[in-house]
Each structure stands twice: as structure tokens, then as C-alpha cells.
């Protein structure tokens, strides 16, 4: 008895979940970060790498050990092997390009 009572709250539970994921997800969507490409890279006037995303920003990947390792970013084919990788765009998400 007791058992049945506590399955059908499950229930209940469950189809209250629905109904906030089908109002909630659209939401997140339009709000969670922008996810943009790597197209390629440059360097900024003091020397540090920054990725180049497909929106058109730029993004700093800096190797600052010990703080921030990436290594990968120092060589050619470290550089190469991360392009078309995505990283959330800061700029996008505050500023997002004019169409
Ligand atoms: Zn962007």
C-alpha cells in the first residue's frame, strides 16, 4: 500500500520534470555560451596566442605556466591539431556581432 502511493508520486514527479524541462530547455538554449570554432590562430602585440573563432573574435589561449598549460598552443601541429575545437565565446555571448 504504502509502496504503491510512493510509486505513483514517482510518477507525478516525473511528468512534473517533463513539463519544467519543455519550458526550461528552449531557455537554457538561447542563454547557455556560444560555442564557436577555432579557424586558426594569431599572435596579439605582446606575443600571446589567441585563437581565432568562426564568429570573427578572438579568444586568448595563452601558455602561462604555471597558472594556464598550453603547451600545445607553442608549436604548429599542437595549433593545428585544436583547429575546428569549439570555446565558448565570451565576446558572443556579451556583444554578438551585427548582421
Ligand atoms: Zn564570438
New binding site residues.
Partial sequence: MKARTCHKKHKELKYVFADFFELFVPLVAKTRP?K?AITGFEKDDDGHWRAI?E???R?HVRHDPPLTTRDWVLTQAGRDSRLGVELD????DEE??QQ
Fill in positions: 556560444m564557436q573563432l564568429c570573427g573574435h579568444q565565446c565570451k565576446r558572443c554578438p556581432l
